[in-house]
């Protein structure tokens, strides 16, 4: 699919990590591999530290917080805030929806649309769409995207093929309406089921229920540990997939907009390790600093919120004064592809914040009372 | 490519001494062959051969000269 919403201002991004940091030198004794091996891997892919919550702290708890840090700034309303797109991997519940339960932890009104978007890589962008088709349609004037997700949850501490760049995460981008001409977003989504194998967590849900048997360690000829609850990933279809396709993705992208490629400042990429970004910015043919790669080895990859992570961290200061031509893309579980080409800034707020670990905070506090 | 220019090649990849590698050498008994030196083949093949292959064929390597074997552009 492809779209061009106009008449949608992107106008603030804040996300937020666990403020506990996880190294990777604390995590070589997890893995059956020689050390050399490991520290090779690390150099190459980028694993150095990563965010993961602590157990009391649910992908809820972070994307609360965020919004009520922004609540408390001021840079947002809960009376303006007509509509919640909430986008994860791991809900808090089975039911009811993590949308919801966000509404209640901030106590928000009961006219304010709630929903949620259960994805992976690609969920910042899908959640954008859905948001600015929102504000296109005269629905809503002011809707928040809110991707919180767990890199994290899903992999075996034992697997060094996924749990060194695993990292919990949630961001915030605050999308309003805007008379701008200039403000257009435009979309281009691709998704290819038929090699969902490369990215697969098999049990745990309606297909296979997990159950003691499921939660099995098994370990793999490459010697990763695993079980059928964790995530399977197929590191060389993934890399061929990325390569293959994310080029002529961004092209298209960049033709739907009327942009030319040369005149893209920065690609912000979700962030699935070093390795696969460096090799991306080769074929994009674009310089390496035109293309962050550095958020695996800080934070970890937080699936859906390692875009929010990346303009936050990077770009943070720069976009409350600039405006920049940028492409933003996804690729991952599905397989799926996103982009989103667009300019961005100058933002009303960018920022990344921590969370202090243990959980929701008291939720009277939250409400403001 | 020369069979020295590809053992020379895959030494680069397992960040191995020149002449280390030999086409009988079993992979299970280097400790380099790994799961980072299996992607550095997988962008080898692409950029110089112009070839794909996949996890699993990799994963059924038994010996450096299966490696060799695969180092040809696509038939």
Redesign the interface.
Known sequence: MRAAVRGVRLRGICAAVPAHVCRFEDELKYFS??E??SR??AR??GFNEHRIADPATSPCDLASYTLNHLFHEGALSRERLQSLVVVAQKADHPVPGNSKVIHGQLGLPPETFCTDIYENCIGFISGLFTASCQIASGAATEVAVVATDGGACHANKHD??TYPLSGDAAGVAALCKSDDPDDVLHFVFRNDGSRRAALLVPAGGCRMPATPETAKPVTD??GNTRSLNDMHM????V??FV?ESVPALVEEACAFAGVRPSDIRFHLTHQPNR?MLE?LADLLNVPRDMLFNNIGEHFGNSSAATIPVNIAYNLGERLLHERLQVCLSAFGAGLSLAACVCRLGPLDFCELIEHPGGGAIDETAMSGE | MEIKEKLAALEEIM?LDEGALAPDMRLDEI??W???S??SF??LL?DEFDR????QE??AFKTVQDMLDVMEPQG
């Open positions: 591999f020689p050399k091996s090779r891997l190459v892919m060094r093929n000829e490459m197929d590191g060389t279809a890399f061929q390569m390795f090799k | 960040e400790e380099e790994d799961s980072l299996a992607l997988v962008v692409g794909k292959i996949s996890g990799i994963r």
